[in-house]
């Protein structure tokens, strides 16, 4: 299979807290994306990064890429109760034409 | 305003019979997509089209059709050769190069 791998599948955190997905892929990526879906809803785009870059910033999201361990991580600082989601990591593999290839996904539930 | 719209938002099918998920896009965006979740998991591409007139299968076509006569339009249909469609289904459409997809709120299909 192309899909990444994502971890952890759940995560339940506390209102203010940090919270930290990771994402794996198998391939060469032109970029890795983040999407959040909350549920029973379509997916909403986050944030990109290509693949010359390190860290992305995008208010309270951090993205960092680690293309020699094939990774990234989404950290979501100090996060609220609307944050609750689905989260997905996207990766446009290069030579895959222009689709992506979307992770299994996890759950972030934060507690009021 | 802009967007995918999907209609319906919840449909049902009977065995032996196909329905069509109606897919339409006032973003003047080329690229569009057709994907199935199931739950629990990421996303799986059924079709895609990159320009009118054209579309390729995408990893799960088997038991579904498309068309792309307009490029706001493309229809889905999942028909009676597939023998598993309860599932969630996602149109989106791409922007650019960058390969960033716009999904719309998504249509649910069970079986009856």
């Known amino acids: 299979s192309q899909q990444g791998e994502e971890d952890p599948q759940a995560l339940s955190i506390q209102e203010g807290e940090n919270a930290t997905m990771n994402c794996s892929y198998k391939t060469s990526i032109n970029n890795l994306q983040w999407y959040r879906q909350n549920s029973g809803r379509g997916l909403v785009h986050l944030i990109l990064?290509?693949?010359?870059?390190r860290e992305k910033h995008s208010g309270r999201l951090r993205v960092t890429l680690d293309t020699s361990k094939k990774s990234s991580s989404l950290l979501i600082t100090a996060s609220r109760a609307a944050d609750t989601a689905s989260y997905f990591c996207a990766t446009d593999l290069m030579g895959y034409g222009n689709k992506l290839v979307f992770g299994a996904g996890t759950i972030l539930r934060v507690k009021s | 305003d802009g967007g995918i719209t999907q209609s319906p938002k919840y449909l049902f099918r009977k065995e032996g019979q196909n329905v069509t998920l109606s897919c339409e896009q006032n973003?003047?965006?080329?690229?569009m997509y057709w994907y199935r979740q199931d739950p629990g998991q990421g996303l799986r591409l059924i079709y895609y089209?990159?320009?009118?007139?054209?579309?390729q299968k995408g990893d799960i076509a088997e038991g579904y059709s498309v068309s792309r006569e307009k490029k706001e339009s493309f229809p889905l249909t999942v028909t009676s050769a597939q023998k598993n469609p309860t599932a969630f289904y996602l149109c989106?459409?791409?922007?650019?190069?960058?390969?960033?997809?716009?999904f719309g709120a998504g249509t649910r299909l069970s079986v009856l």
């Open positions: 989106a459409s791409r922007k650019d190069v960058k390969n960033i997809q716009y």
């Open positions: 990064i290509r693949s010359n870059e």
């Open positions: 089209s990159q320009i009118v007139n054209d579309f």
């Open positions: 973003l003047n965006h080329d690229a």
